[in-house]
């Protein structure tokens, strides 16, 4: 006789004890990454639960970053997050996904020569009188959006760099090539935060869901900082790890 998933005379709730089955069913492998899931309906008759049931183990696993759903397509399994060695050396982004394997592509919204803001003027240590070049980028992975970014770039140690490709090469790349020097080190602020309506936009994402934002500052070998960074990644598609020794 088949194992039945739920049981209804259990006190703990029937959508949890379907989420649990399907959660086994990903960590074990029976549904493979970016596999579609059967229809709501036929889940339902074959675990004899009803539709919303299953529609509520759903909702769960999505918020877990376990599933995915494609308007006007289905349920998916959802890949693995993209895991980023972010609390133990300097590394890019466009180098930890290369490190990876996965193929990324980037888009550039906005590349201008612009006069920054105050607090922008004391991370980069300029003058008042000093541009720099702002750069807004989208990062996607399997063309679905993962990372915003927002770069400025100190001009006075980088000069040249506002006519760089920013698509087709890395930031470091081209600040270490027009700096004439190598990234040394730098400071990174990491918290939760929300979304406005246009970064949710361009991220895929509800506006009140939660991202993961990051600032950075950038030094040469000399501690000079040649730029200060914006990230918001996407907490269902990044994680952040670290290697810890004592």
């Known amino acids: 006789m088949e194992h039945k998933v739920v049981d209804v005379n259990s006190p703990y709730p029937l959508y949890r004890q379907v989420a649990d089955w399907m959660r086994e069913n990903i ?47 289905g349920t998916f399994v959802a890949a693995p997050k993209v895991a980023h060695p972010f609390g133990q050396e300097l590394i890019s982004f466009a180098e930890s996904m ?34 720099v070049l702002y750069l807004k980028r989208i990062r996607y992975i399997k063309d679905e959006p993962v990372i915003l970014l927002e770069n400025f770039i100190n001009l006075t140690l980088c000069k040249g760099i506002e006519h760089s490709d920013f698509e ?40 009140d869901m939660p991202v993961l934002y990051l600032e950075q500052i950038t030094f040469d070998q000399e501690k000079r900082p040649l730029e200060t960074s914006r990230v918001w990644l996407r907490s269902d598609k990044y994680v952040i790890t670290s290697v810890l020794t004592r």
Not at 34 to 61: F, H, W, Y
Not at 106 to 130: C, D, G, H
Not at 174 to 194: D, T, V
């Open 168 to 207: 087709k090469n890395t930031l470091f790349s081209q600040i270490e090539k027009f700096s004439n020097s190598k990234i040394r080190h730098g400071i990174r602020r990491f918290e939760a935060r929300a979304l406005t309506e246009e970064q949710a936009n361009l991220l895929n994402l509800d506006v």
């Open 27 to 73: 960590n074990a492998q029976q549904w493979k990454k970016n596999q579609q899931l059967p229809a709501e309906e036929d889940l339902a008759k074959q675990l004899e639960v009803s539709r919303g049931t299953v529609r509520k183990a759903i909702s769960l696993l999505i918020k877990e970053g376990l599933l995915i759903q494609i308007q006007g397509k």
């Open 98 to 131: 290369e490190r990876e394997g996965i193929d990324y592509e980037t888009k550039v919204i906005k590349q201008e020569v612009t006069v920054p803001l105050l607090s922008i003027r004391q991370k980069l240590e300029i003058a008042p009188n000093e541009n």
